[in-house]
């Protein structure tokens, strides 16, 4: 999909700063053109406050295809491991959509029972095994640590549930293999829980790198930096959970990279770890054809979690949290600026747009998503494997 240059006009109107304004024009059904302004050097004649030295400039960006998260199809949902992301989950799920929350499954009755009580849900098990089996379910969200999703996601499908994984969706690319060869056999959907996959401004982003709008892409860079100590959440520093800062924030910018250049032909990692022997700060180069995509993660400090996509015609940038919902914006080589509207929805309330997506897929009888296909799960993975290797870090039960 073209961006398109300056146009002839040098009466951009009512006085305005560039990107501060954007007026809509006509749009179609598929395409949005928002007009913008560029500062050109110089003042002609006969403008003596310089209005004229902005351009205006159009520059054409796709419509999102995501779907409001409240037009998909209700499933039954349950939630094993009652923990923080759960709880984020649900709140956003009962906010913004039409699924249904009808069971969650604690270790612990007491906690269960709290989680139950907070959000309305009907029925609390004791043990995994009897959400798995709960006939009134159809889809299970393990959000467990990363150590327990590949059997947690095994005995959903084996209960016959379509199962949503949080992200790192296992521990290595061989337990993904195994996780995803049996929803096949069962037909049931295995999805991971990389939230910003299906965010509406991805799917703009989707179109724009299919489309060759951005030329041929050079670069990308993208970081993930959270200060967590082990007080604060010993998961993160604990071998034996799969802990570490890759697989729980370095996950974004990998799978970031995989997105834009698909897998990677050479890695370079360096690393530290902590005193416990997890990941504590990441550093890794991986090419892809002749692109190069510099990615960094830490526990040890928050960093300014943005990203970056260059191309020959265009960049984009992702402002922090970049794998939140966040205005991209796309600045062409030749000075045209839009920004890419996030959507309505803010912050971790985007983890909704998973939910919709998955049912939606169950709904049209699809077992595979689009916006991530189980070979690109796979194949994510395979990279932290080899970061991992490079740096150091093995798990118990690798
Ligand atoms: N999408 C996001 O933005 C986001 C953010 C944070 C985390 N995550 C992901 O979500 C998953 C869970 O993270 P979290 O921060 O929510 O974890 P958490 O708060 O520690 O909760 C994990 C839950 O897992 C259950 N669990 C089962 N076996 C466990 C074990 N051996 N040790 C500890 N807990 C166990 C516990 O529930 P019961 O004991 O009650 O059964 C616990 O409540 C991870 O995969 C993480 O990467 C995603």
């Known amino acids: 999909m073209p961006i398109v240059g300056p146009q002839a006009s040098r009466s951009p109107g009512p006085t305005t700063w560039p ?10 059904r598929h395409r949005l053109t928002w007009l913008s302004f560029r500062r050109v050097v110089g003042r002609p004649a006969g403008d003596p406050i310089g209005r004229s030295t902005l351009v205006p400039v159009t520059t054409a960006l796709p419509l ?10 209700a499933l039954r949902w349950g939630i094993l491991g009652p923990g923080t992301i759960a709880r984020t989950f649900a709140s956003t799920v009962l906010t913004h959509s039409r699924q249904h929350l009808v069971a969650v499954a604690s270790r612990s009755r007491e906690r269960g029972e709290h989680f139950a009580g907070e959000f309305g849900i009907p029925r609390v098990h004791t043990a995994y095994e009897d959400l798995a089996a709960d006939p009134e379910v159809d889809v299970i ?60 401004g991805t799917d703009v982003l989707r179109q724009l790198l299919a489309d060759g709008a951005l030329g041929t892409i050079v670069s990308v860079t ?10 604060d959440a010993a998961r993160l520093h604990d071998p034996a959970l799969a802990g570490g800062a890759l697989l729980d924030l370095g996950i974004y910018p ?38 190069e995509a510099v990615l960094t993660t830490t526990l040890a400090e928050r960093t300014h979690n943005t990203a970056s996509i260059v191309g020959t015609t265009a960049r984009v940038d ?13 600045r062409s080589t030749d000075g045209a600026t839009s920004t890419i509207d996030p959507g309505p929805i803010s912050g971790h309330d985007g983890l909704v747009y998973q939910a919709a997506h998955l049912a939606q897929l169950v709904a049209d009888g699809r077992t595979h998503s689009p916006a991530l296909p189980p070979e690109e799960t796979i194949g994510i993975l395979t990279t932290t494997d080899e970061i991992r290797r490079q740096v150091g870090v093995v798990y118990p039960g690798d």
């Open 318 to 330: 992702l402002p922090g949290d970049f794998y939140t919902p966040v205005p991209l914006t796309v």
């Open 19 to 28: 990107g501060s304004i954007r007026y809509p024009l006509p749009c179609t």
């Open 222 to 231: 993208a970081d993930h930096g959270q200060l967590i100590g082990a007080a």
């Open 64 to 73: 999102t295809r995501v779907p409001d998260p409240a037009a998909a199809p």
């Open 141 to 200: 969200y393990v959000a467990t640590p990363h150590s327990h999703h590949r059997a947690q996601a095994l005995l959903a499908i084996g209960g016959g549930k379509h199962v949503l994984v949080e992200k790192a969706f296992t521990r290595n690319a061989s337990e993904a293999r195994e996780v995803l060869q049996a929803a096949q056999e069962a037909g049931v959907v295995a999805l991971e829980a990389m939230w910003s996959r299906f965010l509406p």
């Open 254 to 291: 990998v799978s970031f990279a995989s997105l834009v250049l698909g897998q990677p032909d050479t890695i370079r990692a360096t690393g530290t770890l902590t005193p416990s022997g997890v990941d504590e700060q990441v550093r890794a180069v991986l090419t892809s054809g002749g692109a």
